[in-house]
């Protein structure tokens, strides 16, 4: 009955994962039509359109999935309308947290938002209350594998503000419009391989906390991602 127990427990786990990951790639379909429908859906020829692409392939999103979401704009019809909404506040601690929405229906957004914030022991602020202190860059991890030198100079070259080794990894951050113009020139090198690879808010300073309060504001974080209408959430707290 163990072998059985432990089996399950597995099963259940992979279901959890399973689930999560369906979640990710339905939010990531609709951020697919949205860029897709504002513009041509050629990635090549739509830059918004092919950072949501990135996007989705750093989170191992199926070729299938982008292509059908890609498509599904190209016959829609004017009456499916989504608009970008971005909620601003704080969280336990006075940690900054920003909100990024895709939504339908702004008042059902703003209400789970609300409550959510409410719940978790933070509260809306507004519009340009946080929002400064963030700045939109790319960023990309690869192992390193690489030779430093080569990395840094590629990375440089087209147009990079920094790279950094860590223990095993190299971080490039890029400008979010020379996101695209770096990796390239990293495939090019020969770096077959991203451990992370997207455009995202990144912020200027960090909120050190103890490890209490960070519990709550990754509960906080954890139930806005599960709002279906949220796209992304950032925040400055300092994790390590």
């Given at each position: 009955?163990?072998?059985?127990?432990?089996?399950?427990?597995?099963?259940?786990?992979?279901?959890?994962?399973?689930?999560?990951?369906?979640?990710?790639?339905?939010?990531?379909?609709?951020?697919?039509?949205?860029?897709?429908?504002?513009?041509?859906?050629?990635?090549?020829?739509?830059?918004?359109?092919?950072?949501?692409?990135?996007?989705?392939?750093?989170?191992?999103?199926?070729?299938?999935?982008?292509?059908?979401?890609?498509?599904?704009?190209?016959?829609?019809?004017?009456?499916?309308?989504?608009?970008?909404?971005?909620?601003?506040?704080?969280?336990?601690?006075?940690?900054?947290?920003?909100?990024?929405?895709?939504?339908?229906?702004?008042?059902?957004?703003?209400?789970?938002?609300?409550?959510?914030?409410?719940?978790?022991g933070g509260n809306?602020?507004?519009?340009?209350?946080?929002?400064?202190?963030?700045e939109r860059k790319?960023?990309?991890?690869?192992?390193?594998?690489?030779?430093?030198?080569?990395?840094?100079?590629?990375?440089?070259?087209?147009?990079?503000?920094?790279?950094?080794?860590?223990?095993?990894?190299?971080?490039?951050?890029?400008?979010?419009?020379?996101?695209?113009?770096?990796?390239?020139?990293?495939?090019?090198?020969?770096?077959?391989?991203?451990?992370?690879?997207?455009?995202?808010?990144?912020?200027?300073?960090?909120?050190?906390?103890?490890?209490?309060?960070?519990?709550?504001?990754?509960?906080?974080?954890?139930?806005?991602?599960?709002?279906?209408?949220?796209?992304?959430?950032?925040?400055?707290?300092?994790?390590?």
């Amino acid at each position: 009955m163990s072998g059985h127990s432990k089996w399950a427990t597995i099963h259940r786990k992979k279901g959890l994962i399973d689930a999560a990951r369906g979640k990710v790639f339905q939010k990531l379909a609709k951020e697919l039509y949205v860029a897709a429908k504002s513009g041509t859906p050629d990635p090549d020829s739509n830059a918004a359109l092919r950072l949501v692409v990135e996007k989705a392939k750093a989170a191992n999103m199926p070729k299938d999935n982008i292509s059908k979401a890609i498509e599904k704009a190209k016959g829609a019809s004017e009456g499916e309308n989504y608009e970008t909404i971005r909620y601003e506040g704080y969280g336990p601690g006075g940690v900054a947290i920003m909100v990024d929405c895709l939504t339908d229906n702004r008042n059902r957004t703003a209400s789970a938002v609300r409550s959510t914030f409410t719940k978790r022991g933070g509260n809306l602020g507004t519009d340009g209350s946080v929002s400064y202190i963030f700045e939109r860059k790319g960023i990309i991890v690869i192992p390193s594998d690489y030779n430093e030198d080569d990395v840094m100079l590629t990375s440089l070259d087209a147009g990079a503000l920094d790279m950094e080794k860590n223990d095993d990894t190299y971080l490039i951050t890029t400008p979010s419009d020379k996101f695209i113009a770096v990796k390239e020139a990293l495939v090019a090198l020969g770096v077959k391989e991203f451990l992370t690879s997207e455009v995202t808010f990144v912020p200027n300073n960090e909120i050190t906390l103890d490890e209490e309060a960070k519990e709550k504001v990754y509960n906080l974080v954890e139930a806005l991602e599960e709002i279906d209408d949220v796209s992304d959430v950032y925040h400055n707290m300092k994790e390590d």
